[in-house]
């Protein structure tokens, strides 16, 4: 297995020089960036293969979140940009066999979720729900991978794969007439079905799931719209520098500013004169107004490159889904912040308040956030999916991979190692 080489050492020893008040931080951040990323990655052939920590899959959101961390020194470490680039060129084949799938096996095992879901079946596919990001998380970790490394002929190698991403997104802009995808999935004996006939052509994307996994409540899911919409806009920038692709630019910028339209028309909404984004619409006047832990959110949208964090619908989504107005929004006596209906009511979730941090633009305010998640690790070391915020010890999950990879993300980006940046796609 390849190992994370020395500069990974170094950088540890200078985030130890930062942080010695933060002793908590200090101690999860050596299992989060030294250990995790080693212990989920195989190589059952000449690409690598990362699992998503305790469940042996592989996900093409969490393996992208999981590396992100990394990136950053790949041009200082040629064994680590191997890796990465491993990754990358085993997402693009994933990607290629069945664009719907979010997780996949080393190889057409058969293996799958311990759900019978009734869809088209694939030997690679361990689960295949289709979801936004699925598509969009691994063009973002392509696009870091490439401004840090340099190296345009991976770029010209992916797309295969980037051009089956851009028919997907093309197709779900009309998913009740033109889609074929259909999942319904067995529980308790009865099958429950995504309700996806009713979804107007209105500029969004259909997408079945959220970065939860769990079915959207409504057809459009608003974060997914906005990452989508910033991954459509990294393959303008490829399609005009390296595939020199009129056509393909054209697609990709139509698709990107009918987006950026729609979500604007029908993603937002005012109270107190102030506008604010929804987190999932029908299209027809229905909205949820919340938000998910789970990346992409609301919350995330600076992150994801959508906009500033100074953007008036930014700053007035953030303190409401930030506020018991969220009915995900929880407050214990050791963490507060952002939970999610994949996990029991009133849980927290530790990469939502990594998120908070990482979107602070107070420094002492996120480090005292990134603290709190820290010693909410229940003296494991580790960062787990959803904690009880007066009971740390009660927690999901004790080996998540992308929540120890988002901590190690916002540690490096305070510590002065930020990754590369890329302007806010919307003004």
């Not at 696009?143 to 093309?170: F, N």
């Not at 339209?261 to 029908?282: L, M």
């Not at 909205?287 to 008036?312: G, K, Q, R, Y």
Request: charged share 20%; with cysteine; glycine share 6%.
């Amino acid at each position: 297995m390849t190992t994370l080489s020395e500069v990974l050492q170094q950088v540890m020893s200078a985030i130890s020089d930062q942080w010695r008040t933060y002793p908590a931080v200090l101690r999860v951040m050596r299992h989060a960036f030294l250990d995790a990323l080693p212990a989920a990655v195989s190589w059952p052939d000449r690409l690598p293969f990362v699992i998503t920590g305790d469940i042996p899959a592989m996900w093409l959101r969490d393996s992208s979140g999981q590396l992100e961390p990394y990136v950053r020194f790949v041009d200082q470490d040629e064994n680590l940009a191997q890796l990465v680039e491993g990754v990358i060129r085993r997402q693009a084949l994933y990607i290629t066999i069945d664009p719907y799938a979010n997780a996949f096996n080393a190889g057409p095992s058969g293996k799958m979720s311990t759900f019978w879901d009734q869809t088209q079946r694939n030997r690679w596919v361990f689960e295949r729900k289709f979801s936004l990001d699925s598509l969009a998380y691994p063009v973002r970790l392509w696009w870091l991978y490439w401004k840090k490394s340099g190296r345009h002929h991976v770029i010209r190698d992916l797309r295969p794969a980037i051009e089956q991403i851009v028919q997907v997104m093309e197709t779900e802009a009309c998913h009740a007439e033109r889609s074929a995808y259909r999942f319904h999935r067995f529980l308790g004996g009865r099958r429950n079905h995504l309700t996806s006939a009713m979804a107007p052509a209105i500029g969004l994307l259909w997408s079945g799931f959220r970065p939860s996994d769990d079915a959207v409540g409504l057809c459009y899911n608003i974060p997914g719209q906005m990452m989508a919409a910033v991954c459509l806009d990294m393959v303008v920038e490829w399609s005009q520098g390296i595939f020199d692709d009129v056509h393909m630019a054209e697609r990709a910028r139509g698709l990107r500013d009918r987006l950026i339209a729609a979500v604007a028309q029908y993603g937002t909404f005012f109270t107190n004169g102030q506008p604010h984004w929804a987190y999932e619409v029908d299209g027809r006047g229905a909205m949820l107004i919340m938000d998910d832990a789970n990346i992409p959110s609301l919350l995330a949208a600076p992150f994801l490159f959508f906009c500033s964090p100074e953007h008036e619908t930014y700053r007035a989504t953030r303190r409401l889904i930030l506020s018991a107005r969220n009915p995900y929004w929880h407050r214990g006596r050791f963490l507060e912040g952002i939970g999610s209906s994949h996990t029991p009511k009133h849980r927290i979730w530790p990469m939502a308040v990594i998120m908070e941090a990482i979107t602070e633009g107070d420094r002492n305010v996120a480090l005292t956030k990134l603290a709190q998640v820290a010693a909410a690790d229940a003296g494991t070391g580790w960062i787990h999916e959803s904690v009880d915020g007066n009971r740390p010890w009660r927690y999901t999950r004790p080996w998540f991979g992308w929540a120890n990879a988002l901590f190690s993300e916002a540690v490096l980006q305070w510590s002065g190692w930020p990754n590369p940046i890329r302007a806010p796609l919307i003004k």
